[in-house]
């Protein structure tokens, strides 16, 4: 709650929780690919065609940031596509970065969301389908910033 005290405002933060989803439908999967610490996810449809991607580039090079995820829509099915990040991951995946084609005609790539992760930390990423109010998800493949 918002409180005004002598002419300034507080505010409580309540972080948002990781959207609640499902497994990739009947027939996708999911094919992965490492270069060092940095993760490509593809996922492919139940006919065998590449439909998007999520990455997460581990460390900086050329124009490309490190510590950074984008997402991939090449298939215009009407699904978007999210890239999710979990920093430093416990028991259960909390996505701290998101980064999603919703609203955009495919193809589209997101830009890269990015921001500092101390060196060796341990980090999650999952490829997820959306449309509306309905996510499917892949299993969580590990790396480190």
Known sequence: M??????????????????????????????????GDSLDMQIVDGAGRYIGWAEFNADPWGDTPGDAIRAHD??????????WLDIDPGSSFQADRIASTRGHTSPYATPWITGNIAEGTRVGLR???????????????????
């Not at 090449?74 to 890239?83: C, K, N």
């Not at 997820?128 to 790396?143: D, E, K, N, R």
């Open 74 to 83: 090449i298939s215009g099915d009407g699904l978007g596509v999210e890239a």
């Open 2 to 35: 918002a409180a005004a005290i002598a002419g300034a405002v507080a505010f409580t933060i309540v972080a948002a929780p990781t959207p609640a989803s499902a497994a990739l439908p009947d027939g996708y999967r999911v094919e992965t690919s490492r270069d």
């Open 127 to 145: 490829i997820c389908l959306v449309q509306g109010a309905t996510i499917y998800c892949s299993g969580t493949q590990y790396t480190y910033a």
